[in-house]
């Protein structure tokens, strides 16, 4: 039977070539030193001699020269320490049909052992030698699911906090969810506080946590909103005014507001906007705080004005109803209305409303709760109009 | 009766080749001849080929004529269990006189069998 001889090897790749050869059937005989096999080699002719390079050409020259005498059909292939083609081919010159080099991929031992056996007449194995099909789909499929549970992971680990929130305290007027942040007004306390929302697995875990309290010194904040530039307030006193973001929010600038009942102060990315309960509008305002639109709102009694995804949501009426303006190129379109139920105790009116989360949040003055609702459910269906509403420009 | 339209003889011989590859995975590899001729050369060898590749080949012939880092190009390829076999074709850089000559010689000299 057509065996193997590997000689001058070390354990390690003796062990990884007699694992190769024998998984195809092939017996190995293994010979430490090469000279031994010089010896075994003319007692009894193996079909390939596999011996190790170690840096000297004269024991490849030895085995070579015994198979020429004593083993003619016997083919030797060499094994490299490094892939040098130099080296590579010096040992092929020096009787050496192919070289290997670490790693010992079962492929090519197994297709250089072939064709050497083969090249001198002899059949060391049947089996083909085919190359291990690359295992595409498997490893695409791990990654790609990999990278989905990994985003899934970071959804619900970067998850929405709890539907209903303590904020411990019943002076509460204005928010304003921004990414994970959520700016809140105290009125009472003439605070202005950051809270942050945790990550957590749980929805439970997500607690909010204060990253920031801001006192401020010349009013009390009724409404608020944060702009990449100042942080704006509506006080008590119905003047508007931007502040820096640092100790005692010195003011910047200040504007009086049209309208005797502010309820909502937003910033759509470009202008900040306010509403009346009273005048039942909504403005817009330019850099220096004048007003340069005036939107007439279709719910009565506007008591709340949050921005979200291109789009101001007002929030008023009895009962209470939320509607959507979009800004067109022809105009305003307002969506909805939508009936808002059950978020607050009844009768309560809500002194501060947000959207994040893809939820609406709203806070009422006395209660210190914060309550939210999914903003997909509660403007699934329409309750009446649908109208387009043209907006009056100021100058 | 196949006529022969090489314009140079082929002759048999396995004589162990350094490949240096521009590009790709491997920067060299080594394979043998399976036929020489002053045109090209038929390569066997485990590293990977490609018809248009340009590779440099280096061996010496058993005189010792040597021939290092002649530029040539794959023209054809085949596969058999692990060993790609690749017809290659000098450059015209390649002194193809100098190379018949030799080749000539070594026939004649019987150290180079006739295919």
């Known amino acids: 039977m057509s065996r193997v001889l590997l000689a001058g090897l070390t354990g390690k790749d003796n062990d990884r070539l007699q694992k190769i050869y024998e998984a195809v059937g092939t017996p190995c005989e293994v010979v430490p030193t090469v000279d031994g096999a010089m010896e075994r080699i003319p007692a009894n002719p193996p079909a390939l001699v596999v011996v190790k390079y170690d840096g000297h050409l004269e024991p490849i020259h030895g085995v070579a020269e015994v198979l020429r005498t004593s083993a003619p059909v016997t083919a030797m292939i060499a094994i490299l320490p490094d892939p040098k083609l130099e080296v590579a081919v010096r040992v092929m010159r020096a009787g050496a049909y192919d070289c290997l080099a670490p790693t010992l991929k079962p492929f090519d031992v197994l297709a250089a052992s072939k064709r050497a056996a083969s090249q001198k007449g002899r059949a060391l194995f049947v089996a083909k030698v085919e190359r291990p099909k690359k295992r595409w789909v498997p490893v695409t499929g791990i990654l790609i699911s990999l990278i989905v549970a990994g985003n899934l992971f970071l959804r619900v680990f970067y998850g929405p906090p709890l539907d209903q929130i303590s904020l411990a305290s019943a002076h509460l007027t204005g928010l304003q969810w921004e990414d994970r942040l959520l700016w809140v007004g105290d009125w009472f306390e003439s605070n202005i506080l950051c809270y942050r929302v945790k990550p957590g697995v749980l929805k439970r875990f997500r607690e909010l946590e204060a990253t920031a309290l801001y006192k401020m010194a010349d009013g009390q904040p009724m409404l608020l909103c944060n702009t990449p530039s100042a942080l704006v307030t509506i006080g008590t006193d119905l003047k508007m005014r931007s502040h820096q973001r640092m100790v005692g929010l010195p003011t910047v600038q200040t504007s009086s507001i049209p309208g005797t009942r502010p309820t909502g102060l937003v910033w759509d990315g470009k202008n900040v906007w306010t509403s009346d309960g009273d005048e039942n509008s909504i403005y817009r305002y330019g850099e220096d705080f004048k007003v340069i639109e005036t939107v007439k709102s279709i719910i009565p009694n506007p008591m709340g004005l949050a921005y979200d995804k291109n789009a101001l949501w007002v929030l008023g009426g009895t009962p209470l109803r939320l509607a959507k303006l979009e800004k067109m190129a022809y105009g305003f379109v307002w969506r909805g209305p939508y009936d808002v139920k059950n978020l607050l105790i009844e009768g309560v009116t809500p002194s501060g409303m947000a959207i994040g989360f893809n939820r609406l949040w709203l806070i009422s003055g006395g209660y210190p709760i914060m309550a939210s609702s999914s903003l997909a459910e509660l403007t699934r269906k329409a309750s009446g109009w649908f109208q387009k509403e043209s907006s009056k420009r100021a100058g | ?115």
């Open chain 2, 1 to 115: 009766m196949e006529l022969e339209r090489r314009r140079f003889p082929r002759f048999s011989t396995s004589i162990p080749v350094g490949i240096r590859f521009p590009k790709g995975p491997f920067l060299e590899g080594w394979g043998r001849t399976v036929d020489v001729s002053a045109e090209g050369l038929l390569l066997e060898s485990r590293f990977p080929l490609k018809v248009a590749d340009v590779i440099y080949v280096t061996f010496t012939l058993y005189d010792g004529a040597c021939f290092e880092n002649l530029r040539a190009r794959v023209v054809r390829i085949s596969y058999q269990e692990g060993y790609h076999l690749a017809g290659i074709a000098f450059d015209d850089v390649v002194d193809k006189q100098t190379m018949r000559d030799v080749i000539a010689a070594l026939a004649v000299e019987g150290h180079v069998p006739l295919s």
